[in-house]
């Protein structure tokens, strides 16, 4: 029998607390401990401390605090009355210790990341890293190199989590300019190599293929354009003046709100009346 310091019902408590076998972390690999604890709360209080566990047993709730770590409550805590009115309730629960998941790098391939956003998900033992960093120079380069093949595992070091590589592949990532010719990048990462791939989802199928072919034709024109502007430059038929104001009306930008109105237009409007 030890003892455990928890913030519940605004204040801390010192609860008597037997250790249980600890468990492995799927992030890092290191054992996290475990408690089962018992707590006497009176009939007033109960529907507080209620609302406390339950968002506590949450994974992305607000854990229980404790003098060196957060604490998780695992699902299945009991509550059971006694006595006559005031009722004590008994809260039998199990309590496990929260990792604080927060990468100062991540190393792949050579190249290395530093977050200025970072966090973690376990779903069904698949680890999945979500960041945000910016990029510059010949790191952009060997950024976009590594994105090219969508279906490519790299071993990928966590450092400050795990110094163990992990086998991970690319998810969604999505980037934006920003100052001093930097770019932004949100990166996803999924270390799911030898599962088997999820079908995807309905909403995922929405205008599908027909909007995969219109990406597709929407790139070759531009590529074609950009050809085409440069022969026509190079031969002479084009001024410099003109090939400047084409391409600069060529580079995508911010749709004026006419512009969005347009791509609102439909031929079939009944379609839409529910």
Known sequence: MTSLKLALLGAVRELAAVQLPSVTSVHSGRPLRRFALELHVPDERHQELDAELEEAAANDGKHLHGTDAAWRVSEGWTADSQGRRPEIYIYR???????????????????????????????????????????????????????????????????????????MRFGRCVWQRVADGRRRHHLELVADEGKAVAAPSPLALVNQPQLGRTMERTIANTDALAKLLEELHSQGVLSENAFHAINAAATPRPLTRQEERELSRTDRLNDYWR
């Open 93 to 167: 629960m199990e309590v496990q210790e929260v990792e604080v998941l927060e990468a100062s790098a991540l190393e792949i391939e050579g190249l290395s990341l530093f977050p200025s956003r970072y966090k973690e998900q376990v779903d069904e033992d698949t680890v999945t890293v979500t960041l945000v960093a910016e990029v510059t120079g010949e790191d952009d380069e060997r950024l976009e190199e590594l994105l090219r093949d969508p279906d490519a595992f790299y071993d990928v070091t966590r450092r400050g989590i795990s110094d163990t590589p992990l086998r």
